[in-house]
């Protein structure tokens, strides 16, 4: 009886291993997408945020306050997404994998 204790209690620990890696790997995999996707988020939008001020500055559209309104919630989203860019760099998930 003590044997299958022992056999159960070895099976047991290594298949909790085996998962607590494989949840980890996913975990990083899905990470390093997230970031890399923010990042091609972040440059689409700072080109939609230079567009806007471009034509905010036309002299057609000078001082419309649609547009003024417009142009802040383009920063303050611009500047939301760099933040959470900012924390996914912050993951040195990469140099992990790599060792």
């Given at each position: 009886m003590s044997i299958f204790l022992i056999i159960t209690f070895i099976l047991s620990l290594a298949l909790n291993v085996l998962l607590i890696w494989y949840i980890r790997k996913v975990q990083?995999?899905?990470?390093?997408?997230?970031r890399d996707n923010l990042e091609e988020f972040a440059y689409?939008?700072?080109?939609?945020?230079?567009?806007?001020e471009e034509v905010y500055n036309m002299e057609m559209y000078y001082?419309?306050?649609?547009?003024s309104k417009l142009l802040e919630h383009s920063?303050?989203?611009s500047e939301q997404t760099q933040q959470y860019l900012d924390v996914l760099r912050g993951l040195d998930f990469e140099e992990d994998e790599e060792e």
């Open positions: 990083v995999d899905y990470i390093l997408y997230l689409m939008h700072a080109q939609f945020n230079e567009h806007i001082g419309d306050q649609s547009l920063k303050f989203v």
